[in-house]
């Protein structure tokens, strides 16, 4: 039972072009949402984040968006540059959470290319 | 700066076998955290600590030990290893837990197989 969905494993998008990459949730308790990027041989690195009580948060390049009612989220890039090419993971974080098994809850990932 | 360090980087064991994987930050968080990534997977909690001398299960324990004798340090240990533990393992930490503002520093990870 996947509660955190990231429906592309890979995606490539040209250098100085939008990447956008989804995500999808099922649980509703969920009301904190991360995304992470990761390089290979490295460990997930904290990119950018957004609370259920916002719908947009932005930070230079990265912008995520929030659509509560679809339980979806999406993460905008622009301009696409080739050190972005890495594999990001969605991640959420109940209301309230007590740990154990309600910390974060990731996504497979996907893996964005950058094409020069 | 350190940050999260884990050691070794990479592992093969034989089935039943036993190991520790060692995690250290210097970063003075109080939490820290095991996860494992299986492939094409995301990452999945196997304990945590929320200090020195607590710690606690996550989503996956079975197979695994924690202990939490300083603040530094969170080794990780497989008792009999089986190839169902084949994985990368994360370390990481962080200042608030499972409160806001939730972001985790990991380590580069560790590669084990078990064969």
């Known amino acids: 039972d996947q509660q955190v969905k990231q429906n592309s494993p890979s995606l490539s998008v040209q250098e100085g072009r939008i990447s956008i990459l989804n995500c999808d949730y099922t649980?509703?308790?969920?009301?904190?949402f991360l995304w992470y990027k990761k390089y290979p041989a490295e460990g997930p690195t904290f990119l950018i984040s957004?609370?259920?009580?916002?719908d947009k948060n932005e930070d230079g390049r990265f912008t995520v968006f929030l659509n509560k009612s679809a339980k979806h989220l999406s993460l905008h890039i622009v301009p696409s540059q080739p050190g972005d090419s890495a594999v990001y993971f969605c991640?959420?974080?109940?209301?309230?959470?007590?740990?154990?098994?309600?910390?974060?809850?990731f996504g497979k990932g996907t893996h964005l290319i950058i094409q020069p | 700066n350190a940050g999260v360090t884990q050691t070794p980087k990479f592992r093969i064991l034989k089935i039943g076998q036993s190991m520790t994987l060692q995690c250290t930050q210097d970063?003075?968080?109080?939490?820290m955290y095991w996860y494992r990534q299986d492939p094409g997977m995301g990452l999945k909690l196997i304990y945590y600590?929320?200090?020195?001398?607590?710690?606690d299960k996550g989503e996956v324990p079975n197979g695994y030990n924690v202990s939490r004798s300083t603040t530094e340090d969170f080794p990780l240990r497989l008792e009999l290893a089986a190839p169902s533990q084949t994985s990368v393992y994360f370390c990481?930490?962080?200042?608030?837990?499972?409160?806001?503002?939730?972001?985790?520093?990991f380590g580069p990870g560790t590669r084990l197989t078990v064969t």
């Open positions: 990481a930490s962080s200042t608030t837990g499972f409160r806001f503002p939730y972001e985790q520093y």
């Open positions: 649980n509703s308790m969920f009301d904190y």
């Open positions: 957004i609370s259920s009580i916002k």
């Open positions: 991640a959420a974080m109940p209301k309230d959470s007590g740990g154990g098994a309600d910390g974060l809850t």
């Open positions: 970063m003075n968080h109080n939490y």
């Open positions: 600590s929320v200090g020195a001398g607590i710690t």
